[in-house]
Nanobody
Framework: QVQLVESGGGLVQPGGSLRLSCEASATIFSFSGMSWYRQAPGKERELVAAITTDGTTNYVDSVKGRFTISIVNAKNTMYLQMNSLKPEDTAVYYC?????????WGQGTQVTVSS
């Protein structure tokens, strides 16, 4: 079992920044995959960014150049730095890790981009 605790969501104006955190109860090196997803009202959950333990990253086209996914091994924590936020980034954001063939999800954190 892995517990994931997310934090960092909130209300921000267009053009602003937020940093999401996802702290895991297990060492990051034990995960085969780590990623951030989001789900906007009335839409399907979509993959936003992913990172491997060797630091390889991937992003959905709509966030490239604005979002950065990272990990701090010593803190067992994954981050999503979100800059130049747009109203269309409004969603509930979830972190996910893959551990021994199972997917574990965080509780979700609301990000609202509005003036």
């Amino acid at each position: 079992q892995v517990q994931l605790v997310e934090s960092g969501g909130g209300l921000v104006q267009p053009g602003g920044s937020l940093r999401l955190s996802c702290e895991a109860s297990a060492t990051i090196f034990s995960f085969s995959g780590m990623s951030w997803y989001r789900q906007a009202p009335g839409k399907e959950r979509e993959l936003v960014a992913a990172i491997t333990t060797d630091g390889t990253t991937n992003y959905v086209d709509s966030v490239k150049g604005r979002f950065t996914i990272s990990i701090v091994n010593a803190k067992n924590t994954m981050y999503l730095q979100m800059n130049s936020l747009k109203p269309e980034d409004t969603a509930v954001y979830y972190c996910k890790v893959d551990y021994w063939g199972y997917a574990y999800w965080g509780q979700g954190t609301q990000v609202t981009v509005s003036s």
